[in-house]
């Protein structure tokens, strides 16, 4: 199950260090958005929302980002374990995770 949070934790950094656009700040402040809709839910069903809506924003915004700093990188990881364990915390099948972070590896 760790292995899984720290998927989706790696998979947000890359977000922001495959290429170049867009300001780092800007993603950190969209993934907050996303681990805050994540850490909101109470149940599968509105967590597998949270994760499509983080899959969606990862497939939108990658390879779209500036360089980071290494203050910026620490803390889009923190937001990354968080957001994965709000996931799992709102019963989102760890099968799920695992195929997320497979499908993001891939892409």
Do not use: H, W
Not at 49 to 76: P, R, V
């Amino acid at each position: 199950m760790q292995r899984l949070i720290v998927l989706v934790s790696v998979f947000c950094m890359s977000v922001v260090f495959t290429g170049c656009g867009k300001d780092p700040a800007k993603i950190i402040d969209e993934v907050k958005e996303l681990k805050d809709q994540a850490c909101s839910c109470k149940d599968a069903e509105c967590g597998d929302k949270a994760m499509a809506d983080f899959e969606a924003y990862f497939t939108e915004n990658k390879g779209k980002s500036s360089g980071a700093s290494e203050e910026q990188e620490k803390e889009l990881a923190k937001l990354g374990t968080e957001l994965g364990m709000c996931l799992v915390k709102a019963g989102v099948s760890p099968q799920k995770l695992k195929e997320l972070g497979e499908k993001m590896q891939a892409d």
